[in-house]
């Protein structure tokens, strides 16, 4: 009976993480991550192609594991479109499987999908939690953008080690199809990070 009762409370109190969805490389096709996904493990750096879109649903945890070489993490890249849009009582959680070793960044390069207010349409990540990440060479925050204007509205982007956000417009004229309009940085929750914003682009509303 003690050996059984012991097995009971190991049982209990630890629980290895289990994944029900595991992603990396390129996402070539219209993809969804719904709870019944959830956590979804990212084992690499993930690429949503031009032209494809990657909807993540209310209550969706996205786990990030440490990359081999901790010098910088696994991130995901949007060059096509990103609809990661939670609630409040249900927020999509962009984390860390350990908090010691930060991931990446969400990267929203210039051929990703401007949000257009008119119409609703295009790259949004709103109610989301964002944390423990910042761990990318090129955008120096979780969330990145490079002559992207997608909607960052209502998140906690929290504990990360470079900064909340950065918005950049490319050096490099060769990578810059468009010089697009403004991007909107509304009500979020910025915090406990190295930097807030850090922002060099040619319009926005923060």
Known sequence: ??????????????FPAVYALDINGE??????????????????????????????D???EVVFQSAP??????????DGTLIARGDQLEPVIFTSADRSIPWGA?????????????????????????????????????????????LIARNAIRFGISSGISAFVSDDPAVI?????????????IYNNATGILFAAEGGVI
């Open 58 to 60: 209310p209550g969706v």
């Open 177 to 189: 199809f468009s010089l697009s309009g403004k991007i909107q940085i509304i009500s979020n929750q």
């Open 1 to 14: 009976i003690k050996q059984a009762l012991m097995l009971l409370i190991v049982c209990l109190f630890h």
């Open 27 to 56: 996402i070539s096709t219209d993809s969804r991550w719904t709870t019944a996904d959830s956590p979804v493990n990212i084992t690499g750096d993930v690429r949503v192609e031009r032209n494809i879109t990657l909807i993540i």
């Open 69 to 78: 070489d901790t010098s910088q993490g696994y991130s995901l890249r949007i």
């Open 106 to 150: 969400i990267i929203f390069s210039d051929t990703s999908i401007d949000w257009d207010q008119n119409t609703s349409t295009g790259s949004v990540v709103e109610y989301c939690v964002i944390e423990y990440g910042g761990n990318e060479a090129n955008g120096v925050a979780m969330i990145s953008t490079f002559n992207a204007m997608p």
